[in-house]
T-cell receptor, first 111, second 113 residues
Framework: QKEVEQNSGPLSVPEGAIASLNCTYSDRGSQSFFWYRQYSGKSPELIMSIYSNGDKEDGRFTAQLNKASQYVSLLIRDSQPSDSATYLC???????????FGAGTRLAVHP | KAGVTQTPRYLIKTRGQQVTLSCSPISGHRSVSWYQQTPGQGLQFLFEYFSETQRNKGNFPGRFSGRQFSNSRSEMNVSTLELGDSALYLCASRPNREDQPQHFGDGTRLSIL
C-alpha cells in the first residue's frame, strides 16, 4: 500500500469553478497534514496546514481533514488561471519521523 | 527571517564528474531534507539530517551522499555523475516538531551533458 495516494490528474476546471483535490494516507496515527503548491520549474510552497478533523479556511482555500477515513482534501474556490500548478499533500509520519509527500495532482484552470 | 538558501542555483556537469550542492536552512531549523525531482515526477526523498546525523535515507545509490555541519548547514554530494542525475535538487528545513511543515529552498538545477 502506498503511503500517500493522490490522483495525478491533470484536473481541469473552468475559471471561477471549485477545484477539489484529494489525498489518502496510510498512518492512522498521523496528526499533521500539509498542502503545498508547486509551479512548473519552481520549488513547493506551503499553502495550508491542518491538524484537526473538519474544515480550515484561508481565503479561497479550504482544507478538509477526516482522520477516521484517513483522507485530506483541498478545495479552491473561484479558481483562477494563476492557480494552475501541481498540488502536493504531505503528512507527518511518526514512525519515520519525517514528512511523507504524495506525488501531486496537476491542476489546470482554463479561462 | 531568511528562507532556505541553496547554492548554486544552476550547475552544468559532464558524466563521470562529481558535484556538491549546499543548503543553508532557516535559522533555528535543525532538520534538513534533500529531494530529487525530475520533469513530471514527484519529490523523490534522498535523505534527512538532524543534528549532524543522517536520520532517514531514501532509495538512492551510494553515489548520493550528504552531511550536516554543526550550524545545521548541509551539503549533498553526487559522485560519478550519470545523465539520469539531471534534475532539480531541493533542500527543505523544518523545526524538529511534528506539527511544523518543511520549507523549501529554490533548488539547484543540475544538468549533466
Amino acid at each position: 500500500q502506498k503511503e500517500v495516494e493522490q490522483n495525478s490528474g491533470p484536473l481541469s476546471v473552468p475559471e471561477g469553478a471549485i477545484a477539489s483535490l484529494n489525498c489518502t494516507y496510510s498512518d492512522r496515527g498521523s496528526q499533521s497534514f500539509f498542502w503545498y503548491r508547486q509551479y512548473s520549474g519552481k520549488s513547493p510552497e506551503l499553502i495550508m496546514s491542518i491538524y484537526s478533523n473538519g474544515d480550515k479556511e484561508d481565503g479561497r482555500f479550504t482544507a478538509q481533514l477526516n482522520k477516521a477515513s484517513q483522507y485530506v482534501s483541498l478545495l479552491i474556490r473561484d479558481s483562477q488561471p494563476s492557480d494552475s500548478a501541481t498540488y502536493l499533500c504531505a503528512w507527518f509520519s511518526g514512525g519515520y519521523n519525517k514528512l511523507i509527500f504524495g506525488a501531486g495532482t496537476r491542476l489546470a484552470v482554463h479561462p | 527571517k531568511a528562507g532556505v538558501t541553496q547554492t548554486p542555483r544552476y550547475l552544468i556537469k559532464t558524466r563521470g564528474q562529481q558535484v556538491t550542492l549546499s543548503c543553508s536552512p532557516i535559522s533555528g531549523h535543525r532538520s534538513v531534507s534533500w529531494y530529487q525531482q525530475t520533469p513530471g515526477q514527484g519529490l523523490q526523498f534522498l535523505f534527512e539530517y538532524f543534528s549532524e546525523t543522517q536520520r532517514n535515507k531514501g532509495n538512492f545509490p551510494g553515489r548520493f551522499s550528504g552531511r550536516q555541519f554543526s550550524n545545521s548547514r548541509s551539503e549533498m554530494n553526487v559522485s560519478t555523475l550519470e545523465l539520469g542525475d539531471s534534475a532539480l535538487y531541493l533542500c527543505a528545513s523544518r523545526p524538529n516538531r511534528e506539527d511544523q511543515p518543511q520549507h523549501f529552498g529554490d533548488g539547484t538545477r543540475l544538468s549533466i551533458l
